[in-house]
């Protein structure tokens, strides 16, 4: 059997079909894993997610509890963390750290807090910039790399905008509430002339959307090109950011969405017609990850919004009705303005 990924106390058993799992079992006698999964995702503001698996943000310590059979161990214990599909120590996309008494800054680490003849409960911590993503998590008796490893499950790491040493970081309470949280909002369409505006459900939280999030940076070309680069970059949100932003159109990376501005939309729907991300994003993935006909400027914008919100980046919707276009594509700055508005009269060369 294996342990049950983010979810509650559940017992273990041999099974003839994972005869090598039953081997690793042995080595630590583990009975079972209580991820504490509520209290876990209280701390970390993810209980709304619609998920199996358990979302903590990363820098934030979470508990779980290890029960064996019969006596457990009298040596320390190391944890191991990988993520991607091939991890590795150099890009720290493979962390191992020993179980300790004293808390450990800045770091991967495992402190025990409690235990019993039977159990142990570890604060499990990771760093304030590490990678965001899926992350497998095993434990081995000892220290020695050589120590067979038992799989505890998955636990999904994103970025923490409640910790002042995440680049995300959000000092205002009711703009992360907003920002982070909330997965209404309104969006603005039309021109500067005639404003209009409908409820958007962004849905970060609805269920298997978090799974999506992360499928569409596994699907970039900037993972297709160099994954072992793409992953270890992962703990940047400019670069988590620049990578959904191309992923969700569809006509650069064959990603989400299919702009169309031509008024024959047959073959899809209406961009107007959209109230939200989410149906988007599952056709999406339904469709075998083929674009979903047709969104325009704030339908790019809402989905992108649902995805940054999702993996924990503080993100709100803004439309400019008067923007300046580069309608003959020279790329050069013609006009100059100062703060007040006011034409300046500056060369080509300023």
């Known amino acids: 059997d294996t342990l049950s990924p983010g979810g509650a106390l559940r017992s273990l058993g041999p099974t003839a079909a994972a005869a090598a799992e039953e081997e690793t079992m042995a080595a630590l006698n583990l009975a079972s894993i209580d991820w504490k999964r509520k209290e876990n995702t209280l701390a970390h503001h993810t209980h709304k997610y619609n998920t199996q698996e358990l979302v903590v943000r990363r ?3 979470f508990e779980a509890t290890l029960a064996f059979q019969g006596a457990r161990p009298s040596g320390s214990l190391t944890f191991i963390a990988e993520t991607g599909a091939t991890p590795a120590l150099q890009v720290e996309t493979r962390v191992a750290f020993t179980m300790t008494r004293t808390p450990r800054s800045g770091t991967w680490s495992a402190i025990q807090t409690s235990s019993d003849a039977n159990s142990v409960t570890v604060s499990i ?17 000892g220290s020695g790399s ?8 998955t636990v999904v790491f994103i970025f923490n905008p409640w910790l002042t040493g995440d680049d995300v970081f959000m000092p205002n309470n009711a ?20 404003i209009s505006q409908a409820g958007w459900n962004f849905g970060q939280f609805q269920d ?21 680069r793409d992953l270890a ?5 400019k670069h988590v950011g620049r990578v959904l932003s191309a992923m969700i159109n569809g006509n650069d990376d064959y990603g989400v969405l299919q702009g169309n501005w031509s008024g024959n939309y047959r073959g899809g729907q209406n961009p107007s017609s959209w109230m939200g991300s989410v149906d988007i994003l599952r056709q999406w993935k ?16 809402g989905v992108l919004t649902t995805a940054l919100r999702c993996l924990g980046v503080p993100t709100r919707m803004i439309t400019n009705f008067n923007s300046a276009h580069d309608t003959d594509r020279s790329l050069t700055v013609d006009v100059y303005y100062d703060a007040s508005g006011n034409p300046l009269s500056m060369g080509l060369d300023s």
């Open 59 to 61: 820098g934030k310590p």
């Open 125 to 141: 911590s990771s760093p304030p910039n590490a990678i965001i993503g899926r992350y497998t998590l095993s434990v081995t008796a």
């Open 146 to 153: 050589s120590a067979p490893a038992t799989n505890l499950g």
């Open 233 to 237: 970059r992962r703990n940047d949100p």
């Open 208 to 228: 298997d959307i978090l799974n999506i999030c992360l499928i569409l940076l596994d699907r970039s070309r900037s993972y297709k090109q160099d994954a072992r």
């Open 286 to 301: 339904a469709s075998g990850f083929k674009p979903v006909k047709y969104g325009q400027c704030w339908v790019f914008a």
């Open 175 to 194: 703009e992360r509430e907003e920002y982070v949280l909330s997965e209404f909002g309104l969006v603005f369409m039309g021109s500067a002339n005639r």
